[in-house]
């Protein structure tokens, strides 16, 4: 059994320093998940992505599409980078453009939260916040950024849900952390997907260490099509109804995700009541302060445990902290316009203070 799954370590202190923000992107710790281990009887661990230093799983693939643009000599010194995205990854390129110098061009669908949108403007970017249509609709916010960035010198779309240097960055890193994390003994992996790159990448380079010893699946909000294409053999249906959770979901096979879906072990849908309830329950019993996604994760990685049985080792990805969404998952009348007050269980109704 791992240290940390025993409780009796404390996080191991580096005596290394790291090289600016992007030296402190990666390596978090992989957190023991206490009561949810002790109620399934299996080990379920989060990886913590939150601790990135943007705060969000995405900074790894930030970096890693930005990375791979300078060394294949598409962007040099005082170039601007173009994005669509929901906020995190948007985030993430603010902070490594910041660091390195270049400009920060961001469009998103104006439904995402105010908080993510205040903030990227905060650190320098330039944000369109444009109406949410759908990925077949031209003024879809993906191919406006990728419009944007037509034919301007020195200039890059990174185009981050079909850039496999997205997917490349998790196999290289995440997925080889949490290998060494749990010394190799790790029975399943479990994560909902945006643009695939991080299930595609740690999935990748978990079934390459553990000769696909390991089960990798993945997690839906309502709404995303991908648990019907997966489970249905490759149907591909029309996209209907929706989800709180944001950043996670979709209507296509990327390409990301693309490298990666043939060799996935199943795929099932977590219903938003479960997703809100996780997020009360992980902060009452673990002091994690967690998004929805990352709650959604969870309560995947518990269902997985039970299917997998007693002992099992299950990881998931805790991608961002509450912080982003607080003015929403934190709010009764919030809630309540979506229906959701209900799936707050009473004895933890106290944390919703907004
Ligand atoms: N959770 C959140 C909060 C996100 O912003 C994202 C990225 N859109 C994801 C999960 C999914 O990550 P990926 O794009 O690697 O599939």
Redesign the pocket.
Known sequence: MLAAARGLSQRRFSSTTVDGFTGAVGSTPLIYLKHLSEKTGARIFGKAEFQNPGG???DR?ALGVVRDAEERGLLQAGGTVVEG?????GIGLAHVCRARGYKCVIFMPNTQSQEKIDLLRMLGAEVHAVPAVAYENPANYNHQARDYAKDQPNTIWTN??DNTA??NA?YLTTGPEIWEQTQGKIDAFI???????????VGKALKEKSEGKTQVWLADPPGSVLTSYINSGGKLVERSGSSI????G?GRITD??QTFVKDLDGAFTVPDEKSIEMVYELLDTEGLYI????AL?VVAAAELGLKLGKGSTIVT?L??GAY?YQSRLFSKKWLQSKGLEGAIPGHLKKYAVL
């Open positions: 969000s799983v995405k693939a995205t929901a906020g995190n990854t981050q849900f997205n997917a998790h994560c909902a997907t945006g643009t695939g790159g991080t299930l595609a990448g959770t944001e950043g996670i979709q990301n995700l998004g929805a996604s990352s994760n990805i991608c961002d982003r």
